[in-house]
């Protein structure tokens, strides 16, 4: 990395998607809910159990840690012209050691992946954004294991 691309603002691709806590592994943020257990990610804007409607939600870390669950290759970029990565990118569900299944980016070709392959989250750069801002998505790579 040069000492430019240091400098560079980073932003997420979206805020309050993931934290960074001490132990510098990241992790997703997600809501469960305080009556019936139901986890949500991401967070609940609603700030409502949309199972049991309850409003008792509590704030969680979700990850690092998972398995694929089912996973696609995607050849052309989303629509909307926002989207500042590359293409094919692989996109799938993970389900995570918490439980609860996430849709994501799977960092990796899809002829090396198959259902099942324990995956890690990371927070990786995504492209470059209007500001020349580095965006950052969270990401899911193989642990080889
Ligand atoms: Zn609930």
């Not at 500042?84 to 090396?112: N, Q």
């Not at 995956?119 to 790579?141: M, N, Q, T, W």
Request: overall charge positive; proline content about 7%.
């Amino acid at each position: 990395m040069s000492g430019s691309e240091r400098e560079s603002r980073r932003s997420p691709v979206r805020e309050g998607l993931w934290t960074v806590p001490a132990d510098g592994e990241p992790r997703l943020l997600g809501h469960r809910c305080r009556v019936c257990g139901e986890v949500f990610f991401p967070r609940r804007v609603t700030g409502t159990c949309s199972r049991c409607y309850s409003q008792r939600l509590d704030e969680v870390q979700l990850g690092p840690l998972g398995r694929i669950a089912t996973f696609t290759a995607v050849m052309q970029p989303p629509a909307g012209g926002r989207y500042r990565g590359s293409v094919p990118f692989c996109y799938g569900i993970v389900e995570l050691d918490d439980g609860v299944r996430v849709k994501g980016h799977i960092a990796a070709a899809p002829d090396r992946l198959r259902t099942g392959m324990r995956v890690k989250l990371s927070i990786d750069e995504l492209g470059r954004g209007e500001a020349d801002d580095v965006v950052e998505i969270y990401r899911f790579h193989p642990t080889g294991e």
